[in-house]
C-alpha cells in the first residue's frame, strides 16, 4: 500500500532497506512461491537496496537511556500553531507558551508556494523547531484549525447541546426526532463524533470545514481530482462526515475549471428518457424516408416507410423521388383508408413532412 501512494517518489529516487532479515534473498530465488509473485513484480519497478542493519552504539546508549532514566514530571509547554495560503504567500505563527507563563512568538514566511495543507504541515515543524530550542520536554499542541468553532446556523449546536446538556426542541415531535438521531453521535474532548457502522468514529463538520477538506482532498497537494463518489467514499473513509456529503462533492466536482476541462465527454442526453404512450392499434405512426439505393424498374430509389408503434405493422412503398404529395399520397392510400385517420405521426421533420395538409 505504500508503494502505490509513493509510486512517484519511488521511482525518482532509490529506496534502501535496513533488515536483518534475507528479504533480497527470498525475493530474487528463481523459485519463488506463488504469493509473493505479484510482490516481486510489483516492486521490481523501483530502485531497491537491501542493507543489513548494523548496531549502532548512540542508538543503543539513546534507546538505554530512554529506558531506564525517568525525567520528572513538570507542567507541559502550551504550543499555538497557525498556518495559512493566499496568492501573495505563505505563511506560518507559533505562540509558545512556558509553565511559568512567558510567552515566545515567531513568525515566518515560506519562500515556496504552498496550499493550506502544505503550509499546516510546516507550521507543525516549526513549533517542533521552537520547542526543541528553549527545551521543552512535555508539550500540549493547539492547532487553530482542529478547535471547534460554533455558530447559531452550524448543524452540531442542537445535537452538542443535547449530549451536553439535555436541551430538547418544545416541540415533541421534534424532540423524539433529536434523540433517535443523537443516538449515532459521540461527544469527546468537546468534540462532535458519528458512529459510523463498520469503521471508526467519525469526525463531525461544520461546512466551512467540510468544504475545506473536500479541497484539499480534490486539488489539494496531491491533486487528485476525483470524481463526485469517489471523492465523497475517500472522505467517508478518512473519518470525516457532515450532512449531504454526496451532494457537496458534486457540487465541488462541477465547479472544478480542471475537471469540466480535462474530464471524459458525457455522451448522455442531458435529461431522462420519456416513454411514447399508445393507447390501441394505429393510433400512432412513425414515418421515414430511407435510401437512395440502386436505381430500380422505374428509376425508384428511395423507400418510404410507416410503421405502427402499437403493433409494429409495416407499410412501405418505393419511389423515384420524394416529395410532400408523394407523402400525402402515400399516407392516403395506405394508412388512411386502410385503417383510419392517425391520431398521430412521429417523424424527423424533414421537409417533405412540413406539407400544410399533413400537418392538420
Known sequence: ?????????????????????????????????????????????????YEPR??????????????TIQLKNEDPWKV???????????????????????????????????????????????????????????????????????????????????????KLPEVPREARKLKLKSSRYVLIEEVLYRRSFAGPLQRCLSYQEADYVLREVHEGCCENHLGTHALARKVLLGGY????????AQELVTSCDSC????RLQHRPTELMKAIVF?????????????PFPVAPAQKKF????????????????????????????????????YRVPRRLISDNGRQFQEAKIQA
Request: charged share 20%.
Open 303 to 338: 423507400l418510404l416507410v410507416a410503421i405502427d408503434y402499437f403493433s409494429k405493422w409495416v407499410e412501405a412503398e418505393p419511389l423515384a423521388r420524394i416529395t410532400e404529395g408523394d407523402v400525402l399520397n402515400f399516407l392516403w392510400k395506405n394508412i388512411v383508408c386502410r
Open 1 to 49: 500500500m505504500t508503494a502505490r501512494r509513493l509510486r512517484p517518489y519511488f521511482l525518482s529516487h532509490p529506496v534502501v532497506v535496513l533488515t536483518n532479515s534475507p528479504l533480497e534473498r527470498i525475493l530474487t530465488h528463481p523459485y519463488v512461491s506463488e504469493q509473493l509473485v505479484k510482490w516481486v513484480t510489483e516492486l521490481g519497478e523501483y530502485d531497491i537496496q
Open 54 to 67: 548494523t548496531a549502532i552504539k548512540a542508538h543503543a546508549l539513546a534507546e538505554f537511556l530512554t529506558e
Open 241 to 248: 462526515c457532515w450532512p449531504n456529503v454526496l451532494e457537496s
Open 80 to 166: 499555538y500553531v497557525d498556518g495559512s495560503s493566499s496568492i501573495e504567500g505563505s505563511g506560518v505563527g507559533v505562540v509558545l507558551i512556558s509553565p511559568t507563563g512567558e510567552e515566545i512568538k515567531l513568525a515566518v514566511k515560506l519562500d515556496f508556494k504552498a496550499s493550506n495543507n502544505e503550509s499546516e504541515y510546516e507550521t507543525i515543524l516549526a513549533g517542533l523547531w521552537v520547542d526543541r530550542s528553549v527545551g521543552a520536554v512535555e508539550l500540549a499542541p493547539h492547532m487553530s484549525s482542529v478547535i471547534p468553532k460554533l455558530t447559531k446556523e452550524d448543524w452540531r449546536v442542537v445535537i452538542i447541546n443535547y449530549l451536553k446538556e439535555g
Open 279 to 291: 393507447s390501441c392499434p394505429f393510433d400512432q405512426w412513425g414515418m421515414d424516408i430511407m435510401g
Open 260 to 263: 469540466q476541462r480535462h474530464a
